[in-house]
């Protein structure tokens, strides 16, 4: 394993190669004015000096404070709880002209609601113009349930078109004056009981967004904001990888190393050869590994511990390198290096189809997320989208197409990804549009999110580079320490809410980083030769698998002090279970 030049392709070794008008009153305020205030019904806005503060930095606005638990008492069904904090506090959860306007709204009063808008508070004239917009909008569409065509006219031409905004729904309402909309547009099909209620409660929700929060607070805001600081405490964890979304309350939210399977619970021992690739299935129940020994073999995960041979699967003629999971786990593709594709049958073992051209060199697939299609490339410069049934359904070739080192598809289906040399390649499969990003090394490999945002590709300058490709091309983070000089090396994404990096090394080690801030997490002995490849379970955030020169592969999983009972934590933040918890048995985990 000496060193090579490393702007030259690694060897073939693991190479994956491969009233009056509401328009009329909203005119005569100014466009630069605030809607002035009704003296007898104003609304009562919060200024920044009001009321005392609570909480130990003075903080928080007391007065605020007591109104969004009302807010969440109610929305809770504690009604009898929320009146009476509203009537001790003396704080009233809205003021008397938001109950009378979120009323009418309610009732259907769409005229007197556009009055009620006028006085409801300081509300700049473009949003007040949009809230009204709104609600004559959904006074057009009951009209139109009604079958009153003359009142949606009317109302279209001298109450919204005066507005003058929002041109292009304009003109949608007027296309619906001579071609009615069918019900779910029109706010029927959601709620069969009262449809009308439920577009107006939609309706509510809008306006509520729309206006000032000092005058309608958004809905269940309590809520948000204890999920922010959750959220805040959980990203900010260096080892936060539970399997339960929901985090305690009462404590300050913090994992223990623990959480991180860095334990070796199993070493599996059948291939007879280097073991180049492997990869787990969506739904966590098997593990398929390539090995140079010319075979695949299907695993089956019985537990976190416990892993079991169920198929080899035997038909290359040459060293197999990568192997990939249909959507639905039912089918497994396997590649030769620089030979076939052959397609398995995943519940029986049997080949159903092989692949090929001439002078083939196939070395990666992918599948589109239909589970009929996969494309294939390799050292040809040729790629092939084929058809389960073993039809050929496309290729893209030519003089200036490139040698493919790896490739993906996006869990979408949008776009295909390719490495090429020291390109990464993202075409637009809709509009045949296709971007490059430069590299200054030789790519080896890549992996890309469930989202299909972020690529992850290993260099031969021994770094990982994190790219985030959702807009413009942007490099987020370079991973380093591992060893990556000669051969293939792969890494993935993993653990909850995938927030660890793990890669294999050419030092015989695996490596684990945190993905949002780049920290060298762990460094895992084991294997007693390069680690070619690692793969995440989907579904146990707690189990991955390396796999090896030395013929083995590793299951790595948690430290026994970490499958206690789950009564037996402390609920304090540091012990190994809080907010996560033991490993369940592999069957508490099926999404099933």
């Known amino acids: 394993m000496g060193g090579i030049d490393e702007d030259a392709p690694p060897p073939f070794k693991r190479m994956k190669l491969a009233?009056?008008?509401?328009?009329?009153?909203?005119?005569?305020?100014?466009?630069?004015?605030?809607?002035?205030?009704?003296?007898?019904?104003?609304?009562?806005?919060?200024?920044?000096?009001?009321?005392?503060?609570?909480?130990?930095?003075?903080?928080?606005?007391?007065?605020?404070?007591?109104?969004?638990?009302?807010?969440?008492?109610?929305?809770?069904?504690?009604?009898?709880?929320?009146?009476?904090?509203?009537?001790?506090?003396g704080i009233p959860l809205q003021s008397p002209i938001v109950i009378e306007f979120r009323k009418q709204i309610l009732d259907g009063r769409w005229d007197e609601g556009v009055t009620t808008l006028q006085n409801i508070g300081s509300v700049d004239n473009d949003t007040l113009k949009t809230a009204a917009f709104l609600i004559l909008q959904q006074k057009f569409l009951d009209l139109l349930k009604k079958n009153d065509t003359a009142g949606a006219l009317k109302t279209l031409s001298s109450e919204i078109s005066p507005l003058q905004i929002n041109k292009q729904r304009l003109h949608e309402l007027a296309c619906w004056l001579v071609l009615p909309p069918n019900s779910e547009l029109l706010g029927t099909s959601n709620n069969k009981k009262c449809p009308r209620l439920n577009s107006r409660l939609q309706l509510l929700e809008e306006l509520q967004e729309l206006l000032p929060p000092s005058i309608m607070i958004p809905e269940k805001r309590l809520e948000q904001l204890v999920e922010q600081a959750l959220n805040v405490q959980r990203e900010a964890c260096l080892f936060h990888n539970s399997l339960d979304q929901a985090l305690s309350l009462y404590t300050d939210h913090r994992c223990s190393r623990d959480q991180i399977p860095t334990q070796t619970v199993q070493v599996l021992d059948r291939h007879?050869?280097?073991?180049?690739?492997?990869?787990?299935?969506?739904?966590?129940?098997?593990?398929?590994?390539?090995?140079?020994?010319?075979?695949?073999?299907?695993?089956?995960?019985?537990?976190?511990?416990?892993?079991?041979?169920?198929?080899?699967?035997?038909?290359?003629?040459?060293?197999?390198?990568?192997?990939?999971?249909?959507?639905?786990?039912?089918?497994?593709?396997?590649?030769?290096?620089?030979?076939?594709?052959?397609?398995?049958?995943?519940?029986?073992?049997?080949?159903?189809?092989?692949?090929?051209?001439?002078?083939?060199?196939?070395?990666?697939?992918?599948?589109?997320?239909?589970?009929?299609?996969?494309?294939?490339?390799?050292?040809?410069?040729?790629?092939?989208?084929?058809?389960?049934?073993?039809?050929?359904?496309?290729?893209?070739?030519?003089?200036?197409?490139?040698?493919?080192?790896?490739?993906?598809?996006?869990?979408?289906?949008?776009?295909?990804?390719?490495?090429?040399?020291?390109?990464?390649?993202?075409?637009?499969?809709?509009?045949?549009?296709?971007?490059?990003?430069d590299e200054e090394k030789s790519i080896t490999s890549l992996?890309?999110?469930?989202?299909?945002?972020?690529?992850?590709?290993?260099?031969?300058?021994?770094?990982?580079?994190?790219?985030?490709?959702?807009?413009?091309?942007?490099l987020l983070f370079k991973y380093k320490g591992h060893r990556q000089t000669r051969y293939v090396i792969r890494s993935c994404f993993g653990g909850s809410d995938h927030a660890f990096i793990v890669s294999g090394s050419e030092d015989s080690q695996v490596y684990i980083w945190h993905r949002g801030n780049g920290e060298l997490l762990e460094v895992l002995p084991g294997h007693s030769g390069t680690v070619n490849c690692v793969s995440w379970n989907p579904v146990n955030p707690h189990m991955f698998a390396s796999a090896s020169d030395d013929h083995t592969i590793r299951i790595w999983g948690l430290s026994k002090s970490a499958y206690k009972v789950r009564g037996s934590s402390t609920s304090n933040g540091f012990a190994p279970l809080v907010n996560g918890g033991p490993v369940p048995p592999i069957e508490s985990l099926r999404p099933f």
Not at 43 to 58: D, F, I, Y
Not at 341 to 358: R, S
């Open 447 to 474: 992996s890309v999110s469930k989202d299909g945002r972020f690529l992850l590709v290993n260099l031969v300058n021994q770094e990982i580079h994190l790219w985030d490709i959702a807009v413009s091309p942007k």
């Open 19 to 89: 009233s009056p008008s509401s328009g009329n009153l909203l005119q005569e305020a100014s466009s630069t004015q605030s809607v002035g205030f009704a003296d007898s019904v104003m609304a009562r806005t919060l200024p920044p000096s009001e009321g005392e503060t609570v909480g130990s930095k003075g903080l928080i606005r007391r007065a605020e404070f007591i109104r969004i638990i009302t807010q969440a008492l109610y929305s809770l069904g504690f009604e009898k709880a929320a009146a009476l904090l509203e009537e001790e506090s």
């Open 272 to 437: 007879e050869n280097e073991v180049w690739f492997l990869q787990f299935s969506h739904d966590g129940r098997h593990l398929a590994s390539a090995s140079k020994d010319c075979t695949a073999i299907i695993w089956e995960i019985i537990s976190y511990d416990h892993v079991q041979l169920k198929y080899t699967l035997r038909g290359h003629q040459k060293p197999v390198s990568f192997v990939a999971w249909s959507p639905d786990d039912s089918l497994l593709l396997t590649c030769g290096n620089e030979e076939v594709v052959k397609l398995w049958d995943a519940g029986t073992g049997e080949c159903k189809w092989t692949f090929d051209k001439p002078n083939n060199s196939f070395t990666a697939c992918a599948w589109f997320p239909d589970g009929q299609r996969f494309v294939s490339g390799g050292g040809d410069k040729c790629i092939y989208m084929w058809g389960i049934d073993g039809k050929e359904l496309d290729s893209w070739k030519g003089e200036r197409m490139p040698r493919i080192i790896d490739l993906t598809v996006t869990a979408d289906g949008s776009h295909l990804i390719s490495i090429c040399e020291k390109d990464i390649r993202i075409y637009n499969m809709d509009t045949k549009v296709e971007r490059v990003i």
